[in-house]
C-alpha cells in the first residue's frame, strides 16, 4: 500500500499522484504543466496500460489534461468523476486536443520557412481525446463506491466525491483502502495481516461565498491527508468583497477613456462567476452613460461550458443561484450578451469602435482567442486588462502582472501601454485561513498529512503553518517520493530536481545521478540525527556547510 508523488510537488500545475493498493494501480489526477516548470516530475513506475483507476478531482487541464496521452499509451480503464466533471472534462480535453494539434500545424509552417527538417508533433490529438472521454464514469456526490473488491472478499477499494466548491463538480476524494501485506514488523511473525486505511485527496479547496456554486464540504475522518497549498501563504483581501461595485468602477473608468476591457478568463468556471456579476452591474445600471455595454465572451469552450453549468444547475449550485432559477431567472445571462463561435465572430469584435468588455481564453495568456485581443489592446492606454485569476510563475499573464513593458505575440513586439488590473479577492482557490478551516472538519488526528500543489516555498510555509496550528506530522514531498501507508513512513524522499533554464541543455550523467543518490541519502541521515549529542551534531552541520561551501566556489 504506497502512494508515490508524481506531479504539483513543489509546483502549482500538473496534480499527479499514484495510488499503489490491493494489486491495483491508481492514479489520482492526471495534469498537464502549465507555464515554466520549476521541478522535474517523477516517471510513473509502471506504464500508462498498467494503470487500472483514474480518479479526477476536476475538470480543470492542470488536474485532467494528461488523459488523452494516458488512452495514446495505452490506458484502458476507468476515469471516476462527478456527473459535472464528466461534462466539463469532456468539453475541456476535446479543446486541449484542438489546441495540441492547432499549435503543431503553426510550429510545422514556421519550421518550413526556415528549412528546419524535424517536424513537430502535437502532445495528442483528438482521436485520443474521445478515447479518453469515452472512459469517463459518472459518480454522485455522497455515495460510496465500490471500485474493486478481490475474489475472495478480503481486500477492497471504495472511493466517495465531496463537492469542495473550487469549480462545477469539483471534489475532495475519500479513499478507502483494505489490503492483507505479509511482512515481518516484529509483532506478526511475517503472517498474513489485514490493514485498512483512508486516504483523502482535497483536489483544490474552493474560496467560500463563491458565485453559483457551494461553498467547500468537509470530511470528518481520514489516516492520510493531500492538501493543495495554492494560496497557503496568504490571506484573500476581504476587504473587497463587493466584487459588482468593484467592477462597475473599473467598467466606468476604461469606457469613460473610450477603452475596452478584456478580461483572461478560463473559460470554465471563472466566465460564468464574471457572467453572474456582470448580469448584476448591467441590470442595476451602475456604469453611467454606458448602461447599455455590451459583453462579448470570445471562446467556444466558454459558451459549452456555460450550457453545462445551466445542465448541472440542481447539484451543484448554491442556495442563491437556485433562488434566481426558481424565480425564470437565468443567473448567467442578460440582455447585451454576445457569445462568439466562429473565427470570423472572433475577429469582428476588435472593429467594434464601442467600449466593450471582451472576455476570452486561456486565463494565463498562454493559447487561445485571447492572445489575439491582447495584440489589439495591449499598446491602447484607454483600455483596461483585468485579471481575475491565478497566473503561474513562466506564464504571459504572470508576464504582465509582474509589470512586463513589452511582451511578444504571434512572433511581433507589443509594447504595454494598456491599464494592467487584478480584481482582487476573486479566486477559486481557498486562501490559507480558508484551507486550515477545510482541516478543521476532520474530528480524528491524521497519521500524516502531505501538502502538495503550491510554489516551492509556498509548500514549505503551509507545512509548517500546519503542524504549528494542528501539531500533525506533515511534510511537503518532493516529486518522486514514496510513502508507504501501511507502516506510515517513507520508503523513498526524492530530492527536488531544478529543471534547467531555457537555452541549457541539462544531461543527466551517471556520476550526477550518484551524486543525487548520496545527497538523499544525506538527508535521510540528518532527519535521523535528532538523537545526536549536541556537540557530534554542530560538527556534523559545519563538515556539510565546509563541504557546500567547496563546490558552490
Not at 228 to 243: F, I, K, P
Not at 248 to 268: H, M, R, W
Not at 448 to 459: A, I, Y
Amino acid at each position: 500500500m504506497k502512494l508515490m508523488f508524481i506531479g504539483a510537488d513543489h509546483e502549482v500545475t500538473g496534480s499527479c499522484h499514484y495510488l499503489e493498493a490491493c494489486g491495483k494501480n491508481i492514479l489520482v489526477d492526471c495534469g498537464m504543466e502549465q507555464g515554466s516548470d520549476a521541478f522535474e516530475n517523477a516517471a510513473l513506475p509502471v506504464s500508462a496500460a498498467e494503470i487500472d483507476y483514474i480518479l479526477l478531482t476536476h475538470a480543470h487541464i492542470d488536474h485532467s489534461g494528461l488523459l488523452p496521452l494516458m488512452a495514446a499509451q495505452g490506458f484502458k480503464g476507468q476515469v471516476f468523476a462527478t456527473a459535472a466533471t464528466c461534462d466539463l472534462a469532456d468539453i475541456m480535453l476535446r479543446d486541449s486536443a484542438h489546441i495540441q494539434t492547432f499549435e503543431a500545424e503553426w510550429r510545422n509552417r514556421k519550421a518550413k520557412r526556415s528549412d528546419a527538417i524535424k517536424e513537430y508533433e502535437p502532445l495528442y490529438t483528438m482521436e485520443d481525446a474521445i478515447n479518453a472521454i469515452r472512459l469517463l464514469v459518472p459518480s454522485p456526490y455522497g455515495k460510496r463506491i465500490n471500485i474493486y473488491t478481490s475474489p475472495d472478499e478480503t481486500e477492497g477499494i471504495d472511493i466517495r466525491f465531496t463537492d469542495v466548491g473550487h469549480l462545477l463538480g469539483s471534489s475532495a476524494i475519500e479513499v478507502w483502502i483494505s489490503e492483507t501485506e505479509s511482512y515481518d514488523d516484529g509483532t506478526n511473525d511475517g503472517e498474513p495481516e489485514t490493514i485498512s486505511k483512508k486516504i483523502v485527496f482535497s483536489g483544490d479547496v474552493g474560496n467560500i461565498n463563491q458565485p453559483l456554486i457551494k461553498d467547500p464540504g468537509t470530511v470528518e475522518e481520514a489516516d492520510y491527508i493531500l492538501i493543495e497549498s495554492t494560496y497557503g501563504d496568504r490571506l484573500h483581501d476581504t476587504e473587497r468583497e463587493d466584487y459588482v461595485t468593484r467592477l462597475a468602477e473599473i467598467l466606468q473608468e476604461t469606457f469613460d477613456k473610450g477603452g475596452n476591457v478584456v478580461i483572461p478568463s478560463f473559460a470554465v468556471g471563472r466566465t460564468q462567476e464574471l457572467l453572474y456579476f456582470l448580469r448584476q452591474v448591467r441590470g442595476k445600471r451602475l456604469v453611467k452613460g454606458h448602461e447599455t455595454f455590451r459583453v462579448y465572451v470570445d471562446s467556444p469552450l466558454a459558451v459549452e461550458a456555460t450550457g453545462i453549468f445551466n445542465k448541472n444547475k440542481i447539484e451543484c449550485f448554491d442556495e442563491e443561484a437556485m433562488a434566481l432559477v426558481n424565480k425564470g431567472i437565468n443567473p448567467i445571462s442578460f440582455p447585451g450578451l454576445t457569445l462568439s463561435i466562429t473565427s470570423d465572430e472572433s475577429k469582428e469584435i476588435n472593429f467594434i469602435e464601442e467600449p466593450k468588455v471582451i472576455i476570452s481564453a486561456s486565463g494565463m495568456c498562454e493559447a487561445g482567442r485571447i492572445r489575439h485581443h491582447l495584440k489589439h489592446n495591449l499598446w491602447r492606454p484607454e483600455c483596461t486588462v483585468l485579471f481575475v485569476g491565478y497566473q503561474a510563475n513562466g506564464t504571459l499573464g504572470r508576464a504582465l502582472i509582474e509589470g512586463a513593458k513589452e511582451v511578444k505575440l504571434f512572433g511581433e513586439t507589443i509594447e504595454v501601454r494598456a491599464k494592467i488590473m487584478q480584481l482582487a479577492g476573486i479566486s477559486g482557490h481557498a486562501d490559507r485561513k480558508g484551507l486550515m478551516d477545510w482541516l478543521h472538519g476532520f474530528k480524528k488526528r491524521p497519521s500524516h498529512v502531505f501538502v502538495v500543489h503550491g510554489e516551492d516555498s509556498v509548500c514549505d510555509i503551509f507545512a509548517q503553518g500546519i503542524k504549528t496550528e494542528f501539531g500533525y506530522d506533515v511534510s511537503a514531498p518532493f516529486s518522486g517520493s514514496v510513502y508507504d501507508l501501511s507502516r506510515n513512513m517513507y520508503v523513498k524522499e526524492a530530492a527536488g530536481v531544478r529543471v534547467a533554464p531555457k537555452g541549457v541543455k541539462k544531461t543527466v550523467s551517471a556520476v550526477y545521478r550518484r551524486f543525487l543518490a548520496a545527497a538523499e541519502r544525506l538527508l535521510a541521515i540528518v532527519k535521523r540525527s535528532d538523537g545526536l549529542a549536541n556537540k557530534d551534531m554542530a560538527r556534523f552541520a559545519d563538515q556539510i556547510s565546509n563541504l557546500c561551501d567547496k563546490i558552490e566556489h
